[in-house]
């Protein structure tokens, strides 16, 4: 057990030393041959893989691509997201998410019996809510409320970070939003688009909370970031825990 | 007597000092600053993003537009505010020149606006505005098929100079001066522009040409320099 975890680790290192290395443009030829595959964000040219777009290269065995390092939010089916209703319409609710387009809520895709004409009572003009999408067509990203921690948004604070910070400020299987989390006793919910919402019994821990996830936003690119905000966490911890004493 | 010697003391095929930097504009969703000697040009990029008014957009594939302005005080004599014919020229221009090198076919009905800015102008300022547009779309992750980077060759008298500045242009003795604008993709190196204000040999043109292609070379490596230095 112990050796499979070694393995584990020294892999991981080599894929995260990697990933730092190379930082590929439009145009620059990433892999030749045919026995690679190309992955997003890259296309086939005769036998030479492009990337198509400024980003990260993520290289395994077959496969290329490229993960972007700036940009808009891309949707993707599956996707958790926080959108403001931009409007109301008869079958359900325009929201922006971010992304290039509009989303949609339809009016079915709430847990309960909404009528037509209570609408504004459930989502109004300027509400946010938590959201799933689940589908993505050519101009239309639809969503659903109807899910596990989804719903509307009453309290707590929002805060937006590049899209493209997500994944690191998740963690590993969420690894870095949990130690986040158990900090700073709050609930926090992270939409792939860049919106997050926290919600703590105290203020004063939800601003501890957006100050760590500020952190990790800023340190995204630092190697073995997970310790350093355990670390940086700790300290902080202590401070404002000095201070209550003090006062 | 004929030009022998460049007024600025460069090699004939020698460019300005080039400065980039990517990211000066917080807002917006890419951005670059691309200075080329006394030319300095500020691209921001903003989208994908819904075109409005709707029966602008295009069903099939996504838009690019582009506003290119150039600042009141960024010539000696103050230029007026505002688009002028030359403005508008140069815009569209940019943006047929642009064009080719984005793919936007998976986001039918947007539009990615580029808004160039000059801030100070001596000569070359399209060029200098493609070269920072390039930059500012792959900062915004704009999907791109290759990098693109622009040069203006000209000929002084008779001889094919490189990065032409404003004295150059107006160099009256000889055969005159002519300035060639033109854009080189980064991997299959075909041209996106060309424009020609003066006269020349056919003979010439296509030594300029290869001139241009040299340049541009020279100017993509910068640029992809600048890309991989901004993280």
Redesign the interface.
């Known amino acids: 057990m112990k050796r499979s975890k070694n393995k584990m680790t020294e892999k991981e290192k080599k894929e995260t030393k990697s990933e730092k290395r190379q930082?590929v443009?439009?145009?620059?030829?990433i892999a030749k041959g045919d026995d690679v595959l190309p992955g997003d964000?890259t296309?086939r040219?005769d036998k030479d893989i492009?990337a198509?777009?400024?980003?990260v290269l993520d290289k395994s065995d077959r496969l290329v691509k490229v993960m972007?390092?700036?940009?808009?939010y891309i949707p993707r089916r599956g996707n958790v997201v926080i959108g403001v209703i931009e409007d109301l319409t008869m079958k359900g609710w325009i929201v922006d998410i971010e992304a290039?387009?509009?989303a949609f809520l339809l009016l079915k895709e709430c847990p309960m019996f909404i009528k037509e004409s209570e609408m504004d009572s459930v989502y109004n003009v300027g509400d946010l809510f938590v959201g799933k999408i689940f589908n993505v067509g050519?101009?239309s990203i639809d969503l659903t409320t109807k899910g596990r921690g989804l719903g509307k948004i009453k309290d707590g604070i929002i805060i937006k970070v590049n899209p493209?910070r997500v994944p690191r400020i998740i963690g590993k299987e969420g690894s870095m939003i949990k130690l986040i989390k158990t900090a700073s006793d709050c609930e926090i919910t992270v939409g792939q688009n860049g919106l997050i919402w926290i919600k703590g019994e105290e203020t004063e821990d939800e601003l501890f909370a957006e100050k760590a996830i500020n952190f990790v936003n800023e340190n995204t690119?630092v190697e073995g970031l997970t310790e350093k905000v355990e670390d940086w966490l700790k300290k902080n911890k202590k401070s404002s825990k000095k201070e209550e004493k003090k006062e | 007597m004929s030009y022998t010697k460049r007024s600025d003391g460069r090699k004939m095929d020698e460019l300005r000092p080039i400065i980039t930097k990517v990211g000066v504009v917080p807002s917006a969703d890419g951005s670059a600053m691309f200075a080329q000697g006394d030319t300095i040009a500020i691209a921001s990029v903003h989208g994908p993003r819904i075109l409005n008014p709707r029966h602008q957009q295009d069903p099939g594939r996504g838009l690019i537009r582009v506003h290119y302005n150039m600042l009141p005080f960024s010539v000696s004599d103050r230029i007026r505010p505002g688009l002028s014919r030359r403005s508008q020229e140069i815009s569209k221009v940019t943006e047929w020149a642009l064009t080719p090198v984005v793919m936007l076919d998976d986001l039918p009905g947007t539009v990615v606006d580029v808004h160039i800015n000059i801030q100070q102008a001596n000569a070359g300022t399209r060029c200098a505005g493609i070269n920072a547009a390039a930059l500012a779309l792959a900062h915004a992750g704009i999907p791109m098929k290759e990098m693109i980077s622009a040069v203006a060759i000209g000929k002084i008298d008779d001889k094919i100079v490189a990065d032409i500045t404003k004295e150059e242009e107006d160099y009256e003795e000889g055969e005159g001066a002519t300035d060639i604008p033109m854009t080189f993709l980064s991997n299959s190196e075909e041209i996106s522009l060309l424009q020609l204000d003066g006269k020349i040999q056919l003979k010439r043109l296509k030594e300029a040409l290869e001139a241009g292609k040299k340049a541009c070379k020279e100017i993509n490596k910068i640029q992809e320099k600048a890309l991989k230095e901004s993280i």
């Open positions: 930082i443009i439009p145009g620059e030829i964000w296309i040219k492009i198509t777009r400024f980003g972007p390092l700036s940009g808009r290039p387009y509009s050519r101009g493209n690119i």
